[in-house]
């Protein structure tokens, strides 16, 4: 073949390769609940943020004459809570709450568990025998245990919520990651590297987090979902943020005092929000799971 044939299929061969990230999103879109998810998320968050824009309330006063009217009263579309604030715009803020808390201590959570793991898995030896140790005795303590007790002694507030949830939820992406880095350690760019003087830094933040990428960021979407129902759980324990900031695990508490007299509207909507915004980082944690397995990209 001449040389102006071998320039002639080059275009043709680079067109008809698609990239990496064109792969990874064609795999992500054939997946019907990770679209259903993301579209979810999306809409969960305009909601939160940009609703309190368009629908003003006051959700720092209370108004015991407005108290526990019915959905479809004037003004209030979900009606109102026992204190007398709007429903909607509750739902509304508390959701600015779960979200931010949720998203922070997820994303804090996977991030220290990634480097601890990726540290114990590279070096091995008495420091991975050490460091693994030290993670298996946290993980014997039930997580919400540990959550109920630091709650308790310290007064919550957004960023010692933060801070509690992440302090156990970082233990399983240590022990995910630990496991990528020792199938890592071992290959042919990570004895490249140390025969060109590269010390430990350098290879677990240069080639084994980089390389693990994928799986971080598949265990990140599930590591805010469970974040998010952490916050749910305290909240419904009585160990939320005191008032008047709320979120929705502070609302199902708060409303499930009135379900005996049929106020529906103190319950549903907050457990409603929850669900759905557990259910699409579930669903886009699969996505893109699916997204980045190699094998699904050749299809």
């Known amino acids: 073949m001449t040389a102006a044939a071998v320039e002639a299929t080059q275009p043709e061969a680079a067109v008809a390769t698609p990239s990496l990230a064109r792969r990874t999103l064609s795999v992500f879109a054939r997946n019907k609940l990770a679209l259903l998810g993301a579209v979810l998320l999306v809409g969960l968050i305009a909601f939160c943020f940009l609703g309190p824009l368009i629908h003003h309330t006051d959700q720092v006063h209370t108004d015991l004459s407005q108290a526990n009217l019915a ?43 990634t480097v601890y793991g990726a540290v114990a898995g590279y070096f091995g030896g008495w420091v991975d025998a050490t460091m693994m140790r030290i993670t298996d005795a946290a993980l014997a303590i039930p997580a919400l245990f540990l959550l109920v007790v630091v709650a308790a002694i310290i007064t919550p507030s957004k960023l010692v919520l933060i801070l509690i949830i992440a302090s156990v939820a970082w233990l399983s992406p240590a022990r995910l990651i630990r496991g990528e880095a020792l199938a ?35 265990n990140a979407t599930f590591q805010i979902a469970d974040a998010i129902l952490y916050v749910a759980y305290l909240s419904f324990l009585g ?16 409303g499930i005092t009135y379900t005996q007299v049929g106020y529906w509207w103190l319950i549903f909507p907050p457990g409603i929000a929850i669900v759905l915004v557990v259910a699409a980082f579930n669903f886009i944690g699969d996505g893109l799971r699916d997204a ?5 990209q050749k299809n």
């Open 71 to 113: 959905p479809g009263s004037a003004g209030h579309p979900l009606g109102t809570t026992d204190l007398g604030y709007d429903m909607l715009g509750r739902l509304m803020y508390g959701g600015q709450t779960s979200l931010e808390v949720g998203l922070a201590a997820g994303l804090l959570a996977t991030l220290f568990g």
């Open 184 to 218: 890592l350690r071992s290959r042919d760019y990570i004895h490249a590297m140390r025969l060109m003087g590269g010390g430990g830094g350098r290879a677990v933040f240069k080639h084994i987090v980089p390389n693990a990428i994928g799986t971080v960021i598949v």
């Open 239 to 254: 160990l939320s943020i005191p008032p008047p900031a709320a979120d929705w695990g502070s609302m199902l508490s708060s």
């Open 292 to 296: 980045f397995d190699v094998r699904l």
